[in-house]
């Protein structure tokens, strides 16, 4: 199982929402490459980025940050936010050199720009699910699809899909433990790549999360909390 950091931009600094709430931020780091650095040094091969400001507007706003990340610390990105058309998808694979790129809100709502994504990257495309009350959200998680997480998922899986990010929004930021059954449910039934996100609050967590069969979990405030070893976490998975 592989373990991502996160480093969630808004307005250019490194920050976690709670439950995806954009008046619910707490501000960790106003040097994001700085950030992403410290992961590398703890052992980290990949790091999960996303620009908060374009999963909500669409329009890309922090993506000389994630270049630069790219570029500079040398790890495998993860990133997501506001990928809604091919030329956006592009810059960021073959102009940037981001490992791979979470369509969410657009798998949704543009069917056929998500299959040509994945015709052309297949390897390089994760779908971004992120579930409320077990329906999938939109627009930086402000606002309901009406879609199950599961059934969306083998909608993907039908078009090409091969990675899949699953959250749990209403643990994301709290803490409070990852969502095992509905990750586990996920992995059983569609066969996917999953990873799983929201609601790592200690190693533990991290170890319970891989008995789900999951093949990498996103961690974010444990980490800026100090509630995760990092580095001994990555020499345990």
Avoid at 6 to 23: H, M, T
Avoid at 88 to 93: A, S, V
Wanted: charged share 25%.
């Amino acid at each position: 199982m592989i373990i991502l950091p996160a480093v969630d931009l808004l307005g250019g600094k490194c920050v976690r929402l709670k439950q995806g709430r954009y008046d619910q931020v707490t501000v960790y780091s106003d040097d994001p490459i700085a950030q992403a650095f410290s992961f590398k040094e703890a052992g980290a091969e990949w790091i999960h980025v996303v620009d908060l400001d374009a999963a909500k507007s669409g329009i890309p706003t922090n993506h000389e940050i994630i270049r630069q990340i790219s570029e500079k610390t040398g790890l495998k990105v993860d990133t997501g936010g506001g990928i809604r058309n091919l030329d956006t998808l592009k810059r960021w694979i073959e102009d940037y050199g981001v490992s791979r790129c979470v369509i969410g809100t657009s798998a949704i709502k543009d069917r056929k720009f998500t299959e040509e994504a994945l015709k052309l990257y297949a390897d390089k495309i994760a779908i971004g699910i992120d579930a409320k009350d077990g329906d999938v959200a939109v627009d930086g998680w402000t606002s309901g699809s009406g879609v199950s997480a599961l059934e969306f998922a083998l909608t993907m899986k039908s078009i090409g899909a091969k990675t899949v990010v699953f959250t749990d929004i209403s643990r994301d930021g709290m803490l409070t433990g990852p969502a095992f059954d509905s990750t586990k449910e996920l992995v059983d039934k569609t066969g996917l790549d999953v990873i799983a996100s929201g609601g790592i609050g200690s190693d533990e967590d991290i170890m319970y999360i891989k008995g789900s069969g999951c093949a990498g979990v996103i961690v974010g405030k444990a980490i800026y909390e100090g509630k995760v070893d990092l580095k001994k976490c990555l020499q345990s998975v």
